[in-house]
């Protein structure tokens, strides 16, 4: 779920009780909208719609489990980041997003001439050379699109076409969240 700002003066009553109720996650059992149902005094049809609702109108992004990977034993991460050409830029983000050691991967635009990266792919594993042989995959199969663009000595501006980004500490993450 997303952060919410001036949306938040378009909620219902409603709206607001169903994230209060959800933005620390949904209930870890086998039927939570029934649960969320229950607290809310309403059907689990009208919690779905409200849901559905929220999702087509942009308050809620996405609802995902977010597994705390560390604890799976994947302590090594590392954000690939990656200069391609943008007119095959979907069709390779698709193939990248498909690869099995992926979590998640997406187009963002460039800031040129500082960021010339276009795809982020996010890779997990036991071992830096774990994270350091999918990178070498992801870069076997983008080969034939990644760009090369001129350095620039004078401005002390080096581009490559692709680099990885690894994590230094784990950062919490969190859903919709509203002041009470």
């Known amino acids: 779920m997303s952060s919410i700002t001036q949306e938040q003066d378009k909620l219902t009553d409603q709206e607001r009780q169903y994230i209060l109720l959800t933005q620390n996650g949904l209930p870890i059992i086998q039927e939570p909208y029934h649960a969320i149902a229950e607290q809310m005094n309403i059907s689990v049809e009208q919690v779905l719609s409200l849901t559905k609702s929220m999702q087509e109108r942009g308050i809620i992004r996405r609802i995902a489990a977010v597994p705390n990977h560390y604890k799976l034993g994947y302590q090594f991460n590392g954000m690939t980041v990656w200069d391609i050409d943008d ?30 990266y ?63």
């Open 87 to 116: 007119e095959q830029a979907e069709k390779f983000g698709d193939a990248v997003g498909q690869l099995p050691f992926v979590s998640h991967c997406y187009l963002r635009p460039r800031f040129l001439p500082e960021w010339n």
């Open 118 to 180: 276009n795809l982020f792919a996010m890779v997990h594993g036991k071992t830096e050379e774990s994270i350091a042989k999918y990178r070498g995959q992801i870069k076997e199969l983008l080969k034939e699109v990644l760009v090369t663009r001129n350095h620039d000595s004078s401005q002390n501006i080096i581009t490559k076409s692709n680099d990885m980004l690894t994590s230094t500490a784990i950062l919490k993450k969190t859903g919709l969240r509203l002041k009470k």
